[in-house]
């Protein structure tokens, strides 16, 4: 047998075997996360169950069918919430992203463990922490009586107190406190995979440390950023805590909405409608952030 032909199908062998290879931890890794897909299934199932009663005829229960319900999100109240929804879950984004980089920086280039741990420790804590109570946390902060407005009558510095809750302010400054965890640690698993050697090199070649991190470290966080950003954005478009109890009944973002569509309006198919459209808005952004960190990564492996 000519050489080549021994050395073709020594490499069709090496393939098959590869193929076999790649295939038996594929089928257990199927098995493996066979139980979490399990725990899914009751969402996936709501989720189907709120498309019927969205197009429900009935407002109250599931009875024919009929396009009613998403026409009636047409009118300003739904679409003011709308707006909203997507500006404050949008700014508050760019905010947390903006923080959360130079932090998780910090965080993965500090050689102590001990302040490591803190800081750690200290980002992690509003997940720990119940929404309920740092919002009430942020009341104590923000009321009329509450420690910023005191401190700032006692010094002299305004004469009445500010209004810093039950307006946008108060609730982007929430949803920003809540989400911050959300992208510190994407960003500090993405950080740990810069190679210092570039950053070296740069160093070596006469870049300023802002070059650097504007010519490298950024472009190499671009799939962290996305996917944390991604994150954000969905946990604060669907927010409900923090606008009720830090906006109160003048910042109705889609999730207020909802409810009051719910209560005391008893619309359930409109209910149903609206978080049909908060979950398609959702998706949708959770689908384009992964296109463009498939696109990041195949121009970087290009």
């Known amino acids: 047998m000519p050489a080549h032909e021994q050395t073709l199908q020594s490499l069709m062998r090496h393939q098959s075997a590869a193929r076999v290879r790649r295939w038996r931890p594929d089928s257990a890794l199927w098995l493996l996360c066979l139980p979490a897909l399990l725990i899914i299934t009751p969402f996936l199932v709501a989720c189907l169950y709120m498309l019927r009663f969205s197009v429900s005829a009935d407002t109250g229960s599931i009875n024919g069918f009929s396009l009613q319900a998403y026409a009636e999100l047409a009118q300003p109240y739904f679409l003011r919430s709308l707006w909203l929804t997507l500006k404050l879950a949008a700014s508050s984004t760019v905010i947390v992203l903006m923080l959360a980089v130079p932090l998780a920086m ?142 109160g009944r003048r910042v109705r973002m889609l999730g207020l909405a909802i409810r009051d569509m719910i209560s005391p309006l008893f619309n359930w198919s409109g209910a149903a409608a609206g978080g049909m459209v908060l979950i398609l808005i959702i998706t949708l952004v959770l689908v384009l952030s992964t296109w463009l960190v498939s696109r990041s990564d195949v121009r970087g492996g290009s």
Do not use: C
């Open 106 to 247: 910090v965080i993965v280039t500090t050689r102590s463990a001990s302040w490591r741990r803190l800081m750690t420790v200290v980002v992690l804590l509003p997940m720990i922490l119940n929404l309920l109570i740092q919002s009430y946390g942020w009341i104590l902060l923000l009321g009329p009586a509450g420690v910023i407005n005191t401190t700032l009558l006692q010094l002299g510095m305004v004469e009445r107190p500010l209004i810093l809750l039950f307006n946008e302010k108060g609730v982007l400054l929430g949803l920003v406190q809540t989400s911050l965890p959300l992208a510190v640690f994407p960003l500090m698993s993405s950080m740990r995979a810069v190679s210092q050697e570039y950053l070296e090199a740069a160093s070596g070649l006469g870049a300023s440390h802002w070059r650097s991190f504007v010519d490298i470290t950024l472009p190499l966080l671009k799939p962290g950023l996305i996917g944390a950003g991604s994150i954000v954005f969905a946990f604060n478009a669907s927010a409900f805590a923090v606008p009720l109890l830090l906006g």
